[in-house]
């Protein structure tokens, strides 16, 4: 028979004191170098028009209407008969617009615009 008797042992603890503070901490200063690029932009037409009538929103295919002093400069896509009204109604230019810029000379005011399927309202000064 095999003796079975158990041993006792002590265990023995080890202890470690860290450092407080930071070893070795230099800090630097440097001139960070800033890189510019120039970005390579491209035009491309997301919206292409799939029906006739959706033309006008190309560029070049639109009216446009801007103020000058005295009047009111059209530029038109094609030849359109114009009817501009002041802010009481009444009729203040009756006429025709041709394909590119047309000068219309009119009195200091609020105008409202109808010139074939565009309309709009400028001021003139």
């Known amino acids: 028979m095999a003796d079975c008797s158990p041993t006792v042992g002590t265990p023995t603890l080890n202890k470690s004191s860290p450092a407080v503070g930071a070893k070795n901490c230099t800090p630097?200063?440097?001139?960070?170098?800033?890189?510019?690029?120039?970005?390579?932009?491209?035009?491309?037409?997301?919206?292409?028009?799939?029906?006739?009538?959706?033309s006008d929103l190309l560029p070049g295919n639109r009216l446009t209407c801007s103020a000058f002093s005295g009047g009111l400069l059209f530029n038109s896509p094609a030849d359109l008969?114009?009817?501009?009204?002041?802010?009481?109604?009444?009729?203040?230019?009756?006429?025709?617009?041709?394909?590119?810029?047309?000068?219309?000379?009119?009195?200091?005011?609020v105008y409202l615009w109808q010139a074939g399927t565009y309309r709009g309202k400028a001021a003139v000064r």
């Open 81 to 109: 008969g114009i009817n501009m009204y002041s802010v009481d109604g009444r009729v203040a230019y009756s006429g025709q617009l041709r394909q590119g810029e047309n000068r219309i000379s009119l009195n200091r005011g």
């Open 28 to 54: 630097t200063i440097g001139s960070p170098t800033p890189t510019v690029k120039t970005p390579n932009l491209r035009m491309a037409d997301a919206c292409t028009p799939v029906d006739p009538e959706e």
